[in-house]
């Protein structure tokens, strides 16, 4: 018997573009004590939630990150970095994209700037990031106090698979039940001091095993690692034991930046492969002593690919399509085992217009259509497929019966069937209607079924 892959790593959080500008400090301002930095080099990198996700991604681990971004450059930017080693469940974002900028010379951070103001908010693609963590094999909840832990919040209360939740002292308290919440040393004593935390009466600063004790009790967590920097952690159990947990070796290296996203995706990496929550912890030391020796934050290099490359989201394109007065086709189905007969519809689709979007039945709805037995391959894979189509510019999902309520968020042009359909047919021909496209059917190949190739694999098999 083959052994069980685990379920992708899900990180859901606030993710930051997060900018370095390095450079030489050799003289100081003349209207200003301050330092002169000849900037030699600028590079950028995915932060927080977006960090923790690139993190794991680098253990070989499938990672998908339910996150929220802006449509400004900011936001543009960490798009094109996430989608290089991460599926992104994008929830819409109000306001502008987060990003921390340092300058740097020779190792050291001289001066930061944050900007951007945006919140996140479920919106109309919640359901996809239902779907993420049902499949999910851990949770990764990174929490930078922007809004998308408390929009999926009630997504998060029934996990079947360990949740880690990094928290933030303006975001979200953990929900009741995670497997290991990991606050530094300062953030502890922000949730201590948390009258929904401690109702009664102030507490005054407590050791750091002591005050994780407590968070395990007013969390009602299985376990609290406050992690200590250079010295470690300490973690307490709702059993009543507790660990103090140093590095393996003294931690050498300037650069901290990241080392909580560390810590907690080597902890959530190890309790989805069936570590106890004791090895976790010692693993998630050791690990980010790792990564602060290895230079931390700034020894990240990503490559970054031009804006006019950068993958869009359907409803992107659209917008862009609307703009720019180009023809939009799309085209619906399951798209269950892809044949030769789909290219073809597609193909001829995308010859239509000039941009070409995909709509696909969720999991769910193939069942509902289908039967128990459909579909043959899971939603993730057959998107996955249709994406890798030279022919296919985006691919939207649909949890409904029909794709009515996509098709009057992407308003197409044209709207393609394949087989011997007419306008009047389609369950969904007035959603296109009431959007001003018009329906065209094209011919199938024939010989060619979805049905067919599963009855034609059961004979043999």
């Given at each position: 018997m083959s052994a069980r892959v685990p379920g992708p790593i899900v990180v859901v959080?606030?993710?930051?573009?997060?900018?370095?500008?390095?450079?030489?400090?050799?003289?100081?301002?003349?209207?200003?004590?301050v330092p002169v930095v000849r900037g030699r080099r600028e590079s950028r990198r995915p932060g927080g939630a977006g960090l923790a996700a690139l993190l794991a991604a680098r253990e070989g681990a499938e990672v998908v990150l339910i996150t929220a971004l802006g449509e400004d450059a900011a936001g543009q930017r960490l798009r094109g970095l996430l989608s290089g080693f991460?599926?992104?469940?994008?929830?819409?974002?109000?306001?502008?994209?987060?990003?921390?900028?340092?300058?740097?010379?020779?190792?050291?951070?001289?001066?930061?700037?944050?900007?951007?103001d945006g919140r996140a908010w479920r919106g109309p693609d919640g359901g996809r990031a239902a779907r993420a963590l049902r499949d999910a094999g851990a949770v990764l909840v990174s929490d930078y106090g922007r809004g998308v832990a408390e929009a999926v919040r009630d997504l998060l209360r029934c996990p079947a698979v360990p949740v880690v939740w990094d928290p933030h002292p303006s975001g979200s308290l953990p929900v009741p039940g995670c497997s290991l919440v990991t606050p530094s040393e300062a953030e502890a004593a922000e949730l201590r001091a948390r009258p929904s935390t401690a109702p009664d009466t102030a507490r005054p600063h407590a050791a750091p095993v002591t005050a994780a004790r407590d968070l395990v009790r007013?969390?009602?967590?299985?376990?609290v690692a406050v992690t200590l920097g250079n010295r470690g952690a300490v973690l307490a159990c709702r059993t009543g034991e507790t660990l103090s947990v140093p590095p393996p070796s003294p931690v050498a290296g300037q650069d901290a930046c990241g080392a909580g996203d560390r810590f907690a995706s080597a902890a959530a990496l190890a309790l989805r492969d069936g570590a106890r929550v004791q090895d976790a912890v010692r693993t998630a030391v050791a690990e980010a002593a790792r990564y602060v020796a290895a230079g931390g934050a700034a020894a990240i290099r990503l490559p970054e690919p031009p804006l006019c490359d950068r993958p869009r989201t359907a409803t992107e394109l659209a917008a862009l399509l609307r703009s720019t007065g180009g023809t939009l086709i799309a085209t619906g189905g399951c798209f269950d085992l892809l044949h030769a007969g789909h290219v073809s519809l597609l193909r001829q689709a995308r010859a239509l217009g000039d941009a070409l979007i995909v709509?696909?039945?969720?999991?769910?709805?193939?069942?509902?259509l289908k039967g128990p037995g459909r579909p043959v391959v899971g939603e993730r894979d057959r998107v996955d497929i249709l994406r890798a189509l030279g022919c296919v510019d985006a691919v939207a999902v649909f949890t409904e019966d029909t794709p009515s309520a996509l098709i009057e968020r992407l308003r197409p042009d044209v709207w393609v069937k394949g087989g011997d359909y007419t306008g009047l047919e389609l369950p969904e021909a007035e959603a296109v209607r009431r959007c001003g496209g018009e329906i065209v059917v094209l011919p199938t190949v024939p010989g060619h079924s979805t049905t067919g190739l599963i009855a034609a694999a059961q004979e043999v098999i």
């Open positions: 959080g606030d993710s930051l573009l997060d900018v370095d500008i390095e450079g030489d400090a050799d003289r100081l301002c003349p209207d200003a004590p991460a599926e992104v469940v994008r929830l819409p974002l109000r306001g502008a994209t987060s990003r921390k900028t340092r300058i740097r010379a020779r190792g050291q951070t001289l001066l930061r700037v944050d900007t951007g007013d969390l009602h967590a299985e376990a709509c696909v039945n969720a999991d769910e709805s193939v069942r509902r």
